[in-house]
Antibody, heavy 120, light 107 residues
Framework: QVQLQESGPGLVKPSQTLSLTCIVS??????????WSWIRQPAGKGLEWIGR???????NYNPSLKSRVTISVDTWKNQFSLKLTSVTAADTAVYYC????????????WGQGILVTVSS | DIQMTQSPSSLSASVGDRVTITCRAS??????LNWYQQKPGKAPKLLIY???TLQSGVPSRVSGSGSGTEFTLTISSLQPEDFATYYC?????????FGQGTKVEIK
């Protein structure tokens, strides 16, 4: 079955850019049929949708983060990425990548999550 | 943004109990409502999608109902592995939003 794995720095300094990558295995991003999403969860809190991308490169972002977020896809490497600029302590969270079906619009597969701490 | 409000925020129950969690949307979302279970340190797991459809592999003691603005997740006979936090999520209108979560604890 499909597997997703987040990778990237666990510590980012304030005002810098958070960069994460999600590698997809046992499934091809380019085959279509799914959006590829980023969701985050501050410690002890709920889930926040960051945004998603389709294989074509079409994106949707949460307006609350849109000015700082870029999601990109590399179909050759079968991975997609998140960049969040000008981070503050409020961006400290576990970041998940997940697969969303284009018809059912639910997250059926998730990565294990990666904790990113924003601190100097 | 569509606000999703879950109730209760937490509950204590015993093995074998029937448990119901409610999720209310701030406006109609038709049936575009998903339910997830999350255990500590783990990613959420999809339980129910489009309000009533059981995800493959999820036990039949779990069910979902509702449409419009009010939805429920029911576990007919709580098992030890069901103690977790449950989230609803709407996929009707951007940005997708989640409820604040309902923690189900052992009584």
């Amino acid at each position: 079955q499909v597997q997703l794995q987040e990778s990237g720095p666990g510590l980012v300094k304030p005002s810098q850019t958070l960069s994460l990558t999600c590698i997809v295995s046992n499934g091809s991003i380019s085959s279509g049929g799914y959006y590829w999403s980023w969701i985050r969860q501050p410690a002890g809190k709920g889930l926040e949708w960051i945004g998603r991308i389709y294989a074509s490169g079409t994106t949707n972002y949460n307006p609350s983060l849109k000015s700082r977020v870029t999601i990109s896809v590399d179909t050759w490497k079968n991975q997609f990425s998140l960049k969040l600029t000008s981070v503050t302590a409020a961006d400290t969270a576990v970041y998940y990548c997940a697969r969303e079906g284009i018809h059912d619009l639910n997250y059926d597969f998730w990565g294990q999550g990666i904790l990113v701490t924003v601190s100097s | 943004d569509i606000q999703m409000t879950q109730s209760p925020s937490s509950l204590s129950a015993s093995v074998g109990d029937r448990v119901t969690i409610t999720c209310r949307a701030s406006q109609s979302i038709s049936s575009y409502l998903n339910w997830y279970q999350q255990k500590p340190g783990k990613a959420p797991k999809l339980l129910i999608y489009v309000a009533t459809t059981l995800q493959s592999g999820v036990p039949s003691r779990v069910s979902g109902s509702g449409s419009g603005t009010e939805f429920t997740l029911t576990i007919s006979s709580l098992q030890p592995e069901d103690f977790a936090t449950y989230y609803c999520q709407q996929s009707y209108s951007f940005p997708w939003t989640f409820g604040q979560g309902t923690k189900v604890e052992i009584k």
